[in-house]
């Protein structure tokens, strides 16, 4: 079977549950961490930016209304799917990090583990940030988080796979949705996630991946009426300066990059509520009329 | 506007023999051929300047409409408002052409555009399906003329049309204009979803024109199949052929499915491509639409700010 034909892949971007090219029909060379040729990967355009947001926003409401107990199952069936395919992200990896194959494969241990880890936060992240209130008259005073809305994600630059997972799975598990801007150099490992989220039971448009120039995608989603907030994690401190500026034209929610030097290591939930909103809601408990009644 | 047939194509509806003949006798549509060119004309690329006039064009061509069973009066209010000024924040947006309301809601509409530009145009007949006697369907269209309506857009009876009784629906528009009077325009409603074939809607088409309709739409958007490219450009053909034989200009008007600013500007090139330019004004051209309008405003504010603009920055109707 020596003289078979290879099979290559044709990487797509994956928005609003489908694997479109770009709308512009660019795609751009990807290679590996020494330089040899991988695959060519679409190079996305401010109209694939349009359509993403178009589909995270028709997408919000559902996801946002799934009980936090349904994201943590979909999100913990992202993670059984990743297992499976295993073997492909821990290539994947190698080839865009220039890892070898255990270090790899660690690396794509740690970015299963930290979806089932965000998975299990979905239903606990209420009571810890938010909860009863005390205050001084006949009420119930209950805080609670809810999600920003549309979030656009810069991925970070040079961790492709646990990286993109460590900002991705935050934003949604909280119920956001999210445009992920895959990182530049290697986008392939964000491109195959987007084929487990398809086979999961993620909603489309939940996640949408983009890949191209960071800087030419990331520029009109920071000025999108329509898009709530921007993590910036994957800018270099020129651009995320413009973007800071641009985003702040239409008050989006912004979250600068921070340094991260181990991606391996317990995130916090710092990540979760960058892009939860606090609702406080004032409920009378007292007697509310002449006959004492109370509720 | 004669309520009689002009006189080049009089002797037609002279009896239902010869209607039919003459709707029978006229060519075929090539259903391949249609779609294909309706295709193609799709795939212009309008922008920047171009886009800018087309939207205005359109958005100034819109029949703003509900047609709800729960339309309350402050709802027909707030689209009346809405239609004089699409957008409040940038008062260099063109008004729309007209709001589109049931005959029982037509003196509140004309109470929210009065002393504007914007016109209060109302179904009649029995809409949508124009399942009634002929005195009922006129009793509607004389009520919301007396209520100010200043157009009629009335059902065909698909009924009779489709059982070939031509004659029948030829009267039945005849009466309905009759009813309008002078003041009231009327726009005659095909519901091209329900005829099947492109050889009916040509021949509704005439049938239309010939009992004096002054505009002819597609369809009352309550059925699957609504305006299609292929369907108004079929139609845009016979009020070009139409003008071309008896000198009279009839409108056209697609109506449902139509909610992007892309499908809008679409239909625009149709009309220049097809009819000419005589029908880029909204005296003969309307989009009977309600979702269409805010998306033409996002359009617009993307085009003056370089910003993508988001349903929050337009009302929710």
New interface residues.
């Given amino acids: 079977m020596s003289d078979r034909l290879s099979v290559f892949k044709t990487y797509k971007l994956y928005v609003g549950g489908k694997f479109p090219r770009s709308e512009s029909g660019r795609v751009y060379e990807v290679t590996d961490a020494k330089g040899k040729w991988l695959a060519n990967a679409p190079q996305s355009s401010r109209k694939d930016a ?1 359509d993403a ?1 178009v589909a995270a ?1 028709k997408a919000f409401g559902g996801w946002a209304g799934a009980t936090a107990y349904n994201r943590g199952q979909v999100l913990y069936r992202v993670a059984e799917m990743l297992e499976g395919r295993r073997e492909q992200f821990v290539r994947e990896v190698s080839d865009a990090e220039g890892l070898g194959k255990s270090k790899a494969a660690a690396v794509v241990d740690a970015a299963v583990d930290r979806w089932v880890w965000y998975a299990g936060w979905t239903d606990k992240i209420a009571q810890v940030v938010g909860g009863g209130n005390p205050v001084a008259g006949p009420y119930f005073n209950l805080s609670s988080p809810e999600p920003t809305g549309v979030v656009a994600i810069l991925a970070p630059q040079e961790s492709s796979f646990l990286g993109l997972v460590s900002v991705l799975a935050p934003v949604i598990a909280t119920g956001n949705t999210a445009i992920v801007i895959a990182s530049e150099k290697s986008p392939l490992p964000a491109l195959s996630l987007g084929e487990v989220l398809a086979t999961s039971d993620v909603p489309g448009g939940v996640v949408n991946v983009l890949s191209g120039r960071t800087a030419e995608i990331a520029a ?1 989603l920071a ?5 709530n907030a921007i993590d910036l994690a994957g800018a270099d401190d020129v651009l995320a300066k413009e973007l800071e500026i641009a985003a702040a ?2 008050l989006k929610r912004v979250l600068r990059p921070q340094p991260v030097d181990d991606w391996a290591a317990t995130p916090g939930i710092d990540r979760m509520t960058a892009f939860l909103e606090t609702k406080t809601v004032w409920h009378p408990t007292g007697s509310l009329g002449a006959s004492g009644s109370s509720y | 506007m004669p309520t009689t047939a002009p006189h080049a194509l009089a002797d037609v509806t002279a009896s239902g023999s010869t209607l039919r003949r003459f709707l029978h006798g006229l060519p075929g549509v090539d259903a391949v051929g249609l779609e294909a060119r309706a295709a193609s004309l799709g795939t212009r690329s309008i922008k920047t300047t171009a886009k800018a006039y087309a939207i205005d064009l359109a958005i100034s061509m819109v029949d703003l409409t509900t047609l709800e069973g729960a339309d309350t009066p402050g709802k027909v209010r707030a689209l009346g408002a809405k239609a004089v000024h699409p957008d409040p924040t940038d008062r260099t947006t063109p008004a729309t052409a007209a709001v589109c309301v049931y005959p029982d809601m037509v003196a509140t509409a004309k109470e929210a555009v009065a002393g504007s530009t914007v016109k209060v145009a109302s179904v009649a007949t029995a809409f949508p399906a124009g399942r009634a006697a002929l005195s009922v369907k006129l009793a509607d269209v004389r009520e919301a003329v007396a209520a100010g309506a200043d157009e009629i857009d009335m059902v065909i009876d698909r009924g009779a049309f489709l059982a070939g009784n031509y004659l029948k629906v030829y009267d039945e528009i005849t009466a309905v204009k009759e009813a309008c009077g002078a003041s009231a325009r009327l726009k005659v409603i095909f519901e091209t979803g329900e005829l099947s074939t492109y050889d009916n809607i040509r021949r509704a088409s005439w049938l239309g024109m010939l009992a004096g309709a002054d505009f002819i739409k597609t369809s009352t958007g309550k059925v699957a199949v609504n305006a299609t490219p292929a369907n108004t450009l079929l139609m845009l053909e016979a009020v070009r052929d139409f003008r071309a034989q008896t000198g009279v200009q009839v409108g056209v008007k697609p109506a449902g499915g139509i909610r992007t600013s892309k499908d809008a500007i679409k239909f625009l090139v149709l009309v220049n491509e097809t009819a000419g330019e005589d029908w880029l004004d909204n005296h003969w051209f309307r989009f009977g639409a309600s979702s269409l309008l805010n998306d033409l405003l996002m359009q617009r504010q993307k085009l003056a700010t370089g910003r993508y603009s988001g349903p929050d920055y337009v009302t929710v109707d």
Avoid: F, W
């Avoid at chain 1, 000025?223 to 898009?227: M, R």
């Fill in positions: 349009r947001v926003r009109p000025a999108h009426q329509d898009v034209d239409n």
